[in-house]
């Protein structure tokens, strides 16, 4: 039995490079996660990831930038804490080249480790459960304005 | 909010490591009790009955009096829930990584 990572991989039809912006970059990162979030890709650096008016904020710190192979960052430690090994989950976005797209494979680690609060924790931080009727047609409006601003 | 209560509960009953070393043994072997769950663990005997008795509050073990001591084993209902709480977070995982695919394959497809 092990509780301890969660493991999922996805293939994507676009290249390392943009999954690797999407993964890693705050303006993609409210598209697909949060409401709102501020992250610099940069290791060491502290973030955030906000839902609603600031009624859900989780702090992060940004472990691996390896573009456009890793990306990796730690949540979901206790209030007031810095996220380390411990006492937050690490999470992995791991990017390889595949089939003229790319493989994308995502850990989640640490469950084992900080006791299992920290899996509550995951799910406080639940996405409002948006579903594809909320999300396609935000889509079709988001990304040809991602593509004008280059 | 009674639901939300009990998972409070399930969730601190295995928040603990020695909990679950003791839900790992049991689900190894089946059964066991106070006495041979202390003999594979870094703790005496009565903080094992102590930690049976916390599982078995949350309804993650059950026991059957044989003998002088009780017999433990795991609830696989209750267990199942455990496990599909933290699944639940695999589930969100699922449609994170979906959406960050449709956003990188529109991207994607504008520059193309």
């Known amino acids: ?150 | 909010m009674t639901t939300l209560a009990i998972d409070d509960d399930l969730w601190s009953a295995v928040g603990d490591p020695i909990r679950r070393q003791v839900l790992d043994l049991l689900l190894a072997d089946g059964v066991g009790t106070s006495t041979t769950l202390s003999t594979r663990l870094p703790v005496t005997r009565q903080a094992v009955a102590k930690h049976l008795a916390v599982l078995d509050g949350v309804g993650l073990v059950r026991s059957t009096t044989a003998g002088r001591e009780k017999q433990y084993r795991v609830d696989e209902a209750q267990f199942a829930r455990a496990v599909a709480q933290l699944n639940a977070v695999g589930h969100r995982w699922d449609a994170r990584l979906h959406r960050i695919k449709r956003l990188a394959e529109a991207i994607q497809r504008e520059r193309d």
């Open chain 1, 1 to 150: 039995m092990e509780l301890g990572t969660l493991e999922r991989e996805i293939h994507v039809e676009a290249t390392p490079e943009i999954v690797f912006e999407v993964v890693s970059r705050p303006e993609h990162i409210r598209e697909w996660w949060s409401d709102d979030a501020s992250v610099d890709p940069t290791p060491g650096a502290f973030g955030e990831v906000v839902w609603g008016d600031r009624v859900k904020v989780a702090a992060l710190v940004v472990v691996d930038v390896d573009p456009p192979r890793r990306f990796s960052f730690r949540w979901t430690a206790p209030d007031g804490e810095a996220p380390v090994p411990g006492n937050s989950l690490l999470v992995t976005f791991d990017l390889e080249p595949s089939a003229g797209g790319t493989r994308l494979r995502l850990t989640e680690s640490g469950f084992r480790e900080t006791g299992w609060e920290a899996a509550v924790l995951e799910e406080a931080f639940r996405d409002h459960e948006r579903g594809w009727d909320l999300f396609l047609p935000r889509l079709s409006s988001y990304a040809p304005s991602v593509v004008g601003q280059r």
